[in-house]
């Protein structure tokens, strides 16, 4: 059984930078494709950004693209989001998930398409 746990969330003002981490055990992180999805209150779990299981390919939601990096250690069974310009429209609690690798079918970016899920960890940006 694979489980995931994020950490690095916080407080921040709107213009600061902030990197969330997320940390795989149970099985190598290699195993998985990997994401990060965000839910703010009241409104449904949007896909945020992927990387696949090399690091080779990622992946971005328009409303992060050229703000947001994802990275993955796979020696560290980690993956990491680094935010930068954040702003009020990026409060949320963080997910991580992972999505096993499967022969023939590619990284996709639906939430049921993962098969395991962190706890989340909150991110703030005050105005």
């Known amino acids: 059984q694979v489980t995931l746990v994020e950490s690095g969330g916080g407080l921040v003002q709107a213009g600061d930078s902030l990197r969330v981490s997320c940390v795989v055990s149970g099985r190598a992180a290699s195993n998985y494709h990997m994401a990060w999805f965000r839910q703010a209150p009241g409104k449904e779990r949007e896909f945020v950004a992927a990387?696949?299981?090399?690091?080779?390919?990622?992946h971005y939601a328009d409303s992060v693209k050229g703000r947001f990096t994802i990275s993955r250690d796979n020696a560290k069974n980690a993956v990491y989001l680094q935010m930068n310009s954040l702003n009020p429209e990026d409060t949320a609690t963080y997910y991580c998930?992972?999505?096993?690798?499967?022969?023939?079918?590619?990284?996709?970016?639906?939430?049921?398409?993962?098969?395991?899920w962190g706890q989340g960890t909150r991110v703030t940006v005050s105005s």
């Open positions: 990387i696949n299981w090399s690091g080779a390919s990622t």
């Open positions: 998930a992972v999505q096993v690798v499967l022969l023939y079918s590619g990284m996709t970016y639906s939430a049921t398409s993962y098969d395991a």
